[in-house]
């Protein structure tokens, strides 16, 4: 077991290294520390070495573990990096700061009226299927200008891209691409790399990184 302070020490000096190479600010990176499958007492030594912004793949899990924590700790950020079913859009929206995997017409309305009923506006980033692939949860690269301009007209607070490039292949034209989106349709949000790639990510013009292996260790 590596010590989570240093884990979480050096994944932010790995970012800083990258972000300098590309000429971009280390504070411009958001630095996600994604818990999922981890239980309190694995997430506690992070927030004390001061880390506020965590990610979670599953409402019902955020929901368990999360409330105590934040009662406990000030200033926790925490976003949704999985998959978000529409009937807990409502769940979502009151747990949640921000949302990364907005990506389909009926969750654009099921998200729109939970922050509508919440009284609460909470940003998303829409899930682009870089690769293609057929598995994989994201909306088509060719239907991406549709669902922006509905998420528009419904006014949600898009504020960038996300992606989850294919594994096994190098990542770096896939992120490449994303960027290249994101500039298309004037969004400033590029939610990309995880353990393996978010320094290429950060070269690459990543806002936020979603990191959990390599500052909690492998998922059992
Ligand atoms: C689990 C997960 C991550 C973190 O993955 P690691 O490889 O452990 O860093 C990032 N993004 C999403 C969407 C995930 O589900």
């Known amino acids: 077991m590596t010590d989570p302070a240093v884990a979480l020490a050096d994944v932010r000096s790995r970012i800083a290294q990258a972000a300098r190479i590309a000429q971009r600010e280390g504070e411009e990176v958001t630095l996600i520390a994604v818990s999922k499958t981890h239980e309190a007492p694995a997430i506690l030594p992070l927030i004390e070495a001061g880390q506020r912004v965590f990610g979670e793949n599953r409402v019902q899990e955020a929901a368990a573990k999360w409330p105590a924590l934040r009662e406990a700790h000030g200033g926790i950020e925490l976003h949704l990096v999985g998959q978000l079913q529409s009937n807990k859009a409502d769940e979502a929206v009151a747990l949640f700061d921000c949302i990364h995997s907005l ?48 998420a528009r007209a419904a006014e949600l607070p898009v504020v960038g891209l996300m992606c989850v490039p294919p594994a096994g292949i190098e990542a770096a034209p896939f992120f490449a691409l994303l960027d ?9 949000g590029r939610s990309m790399g995880m353990s393996d790639d978010f320094e290429t990510a950060v070269m690459l013009g990543a806002t936020h990184v979603r990191v959990g292996s390599a500052l909690f260790g492998a998922r059992g």
């Open 103 to 150: 990506d389909r017409p009926s969750l654009v309305t099921a998200l729109a009226r939970a922050m509508d009923r919440a009284g609460r506006q909470v940003p998303c980033f829409v899930q682009v299927n870089i690769g293609a692939e057929e598995q994989k949860g994201g909306c088509a690269i060719a239907d991406l200008p549709a669902l922006l301009a509905q």
């Open 180 to 188: 290249k989106l994101a500039t298309d349709h004037g969004l400033a």
